[in-house]
Each structure stands twice: as structure tokens, then as C-alpha cells.
């Protein structure tokens, strides 16, 4: 069975600096999708970015990109710039190409110190 | 409507009693998803419908916990004689996916939730 790990439950980062928020996934599929998803305290939950696994370039959107590693099975995000507006839990997801279920992990909760 | 919207909010109610919390996707999203989310976890997944159908209900949690969707769009998850370990965020989630569509993003929209509290 597919999984995602998140072994940060906390990080914290300083306004204007960069952090590295980490994700592992077990699979034996080849052909998936990864996400991070944002969840600040309003609850509603945004996409932040997603990565097909046949793309080898990493994805990138604005101050956020990611760095795949698909042989390692790892999808860690960077921020960039931090901001305030940044605090909030990160869920990373895996979801199989030919299958509708995703995989969410336990989320890293992000603080941004001023 | 632009994006998913559930209601109510927030839902306060006595162990024992019955409650309904519904979802209204955005227009056009043939994939809705139920998942509950409690304090401090992550995402645990519920039910899933395609159009009208739920070809996967395996994370109800019992048989207390049931959803419907009509019209293919609006949809309801009603859990029965509440429990205080109901007590959570029920979250939706929408998708433009379907099997054999051309177009697949993987992206999934979520509502705000609703916040149960069982007392």
C-alpha cells in the first residue's frame, strides 16, 4: 500500500529566509502525481504545487518549488522569501495516476517568525 | 458557485443525536470526497463519489456514517447517534476528474470544512 511521511510536525522559519519542508512516499506504481496542499487557519485547504512523476524537471510556482527525487521517493518543498502569510499546515499528497484515492501525509505546521 | 462550500460551519450537538453536514461543490466536478480531519492529524479518507455513484465507501468509519450524493452535485454525510470520537473537521473535496477524461489534472478543490464538536 502507498504511503506518505512527513517527519517534521513543526518547523519554524524566519521572515524573508528559506525553509525545506520534507515528504517520503512508498510506492511501487511509476506513473503518479505528488502535491503540496496548504492549509492555513481558515481550514480551506490550496493547492500549493504538483508534480507529475514522468516530469523530471521540478516544479516550480513562484517562491515555492519542490525537489523531486523520484529514486529516492522523496518531495521535500522549499519556500523561499518566507512570509507571514506562509504560516499554516502543509499536507503533502500521492495520488496514482489510474486510481482516484489520494495519499495525504500527517501535515508539517509551518510558523513564520517576524 | 466559485469554490466548495459546506455547511453549516460549525456544528455543536449531544452525544446521541443525528447530524447532517452537506457540501455543494464547484459546478461541473463530477468527483466529490468526504474526509474527516482530527485535531492534530492528517487527512483521513471517507468516501468518494463519481457523479451520483460511490464506487469507494471503505473509509466510513461504522455503520453510523452514510453520504449521498443526487444530481451529481450536492452532497450529504449524516452520521447517526453521534459518538464524542465523531467530534472533527469533515472536510470536501471536489475534482473535474473522470475516468477516461482527457484532461486530468490530479487537483483536488476544498471546501472549509465542517467543525464537529459532539458533547
Known amino acids: 500500500a502507498q504511503t506518505v511521511t512527513q517527519s517534521q510536525p513543526e518547523m519554524s522559519v524566519q521572515e524573508a529566509e528559506t525553509v525545506t519542508l520534507s515528504c517520503t512516499y512508498d510506492t511501487s506504481e511509476s506513473d503518479y502525481y505528488l502535491f503540496w496542499y496548504k492549509q492555513p487557519p481558515s481550514r480551506q485547504m490550496i493547492l500549493v504545487i504538483r508534480q507529475e512523476a514522468y516530469k523530471q524537471q521540478n516544479a516550480t510556482e513562484n517562491r515555492f518549488s519542490v525537489n523531486f527525487q523520484k529514486a529516492a521517493k522523496s518531495f521535500s518543498l522549499k519556500i523561499s522569501d518566507s512570509q507571514l502569510g506562509d504560516a499554516a499546515m502543509y499536507f503533502c499528497?500521492?495520488?496514482?495516476?489510474?486510481?482516484?484515492?489520494?495519499?495525504f501525509g500527517t501535515g508539517t505546521r509551518l510558523k513564520v517568525l517576524a | 458557485g466559485a469554490g466548495v462550500s459546506q455547511s453549516p460551519s460549525n456544528k455543536v450537538t449531544e452525544k446521541g443525536k443525528d447530524v447532517e453536514l452537506r457540501c455543494d461543490p464547484i459546478s461541473g466536478h463530477t468527483a466529490l470526497y468526504w474526509y474527516r480531519q482530527s485535531l492534530g492529524q492528517g487527512l483521513e479518507f471517507l468516501i468518494y463519489f463519481q457523479g451520483n455513484s460511490a464506487p469507494d465507501k471503505s473509509g466510513l468509519p461504522s455503520d453510523r456514517f452514510s453520504a449521498e450524493r443526487t444530481g451529481g452535485s450536492v452532497s450529504t454525510l449524516t452520521i447517526q447517534r453521534t459518538q464524542q470520537e465523531d467530534s472533527a473537521v469533515y472536510l470536501c473535496a471536489s475534482s473535474l476528474e473522470a475516468p477516461g477524461l482527457a484532461v486530468n489534472t490530479g487537483e483536488l478543490f476544498f471546501g472549509e470544512g465542517s467543525r464537529l464538536t459532539v458533547l
Open positions: 499528497a500521492y495520488r496514482s495516476r489510474g486510481t482516484y484515492k489520494y495519499i
